[in-house]
């Protein structure tokens, strides 16, 4: 069956960096869309970043600049990679595969 697991969530303080990882298992993950979305406190889940099985990425303007969506098809895994973290990313940040499955999210908590 199809299995989305994140890692590398916690707290950082502002300006910091951290890197998402999501192990994906189920499906071949080569050939799907793979996506970051988060949804913080009382707001809609968003997308974040969005790379194809072309590996061409997709980003939302709020994070532009800061984050880079990657992926490694031989160890089906997709990363986030986020710099200049500021208050504002403080959310659950979920993995999602175009597949339509999700992963159960990541905690990440940008404060001083």
């Known amino acids: 069956q199809v299995q989305l697991v994140e890692s590398g969530g916690g707290l950082v303080q502002p300006g910091g960096s951290l890197r998402l990882s999501c192990a994906a298992s189920g499906f071949t993950f080569s050939r799907h869309a793979m996506s970051w979305h988060r949804q913080a406190p009382g707001k809609e889940r968003e997308l974040v970043a969005v790379i194809y099985s072309s590996g061409f990425t997709n980003y939302a303007d709020s994070v532009k600049g800061r984050f880079t969506i990657s992926r490694d098809n031989a160890k089906n895994t997709v990363y986030l990679q986020m710099n200049d973290l500021k208050p504002d990313d403080s959310a659950v940040y979920y993995c999602?595969?175009?597949?339509?499955?999700w992963g159960k999210g990541t905690l990440v908590t940008v404060s001083s």
């Open positions: 999602y595969c175009s597949i339509n499955y």
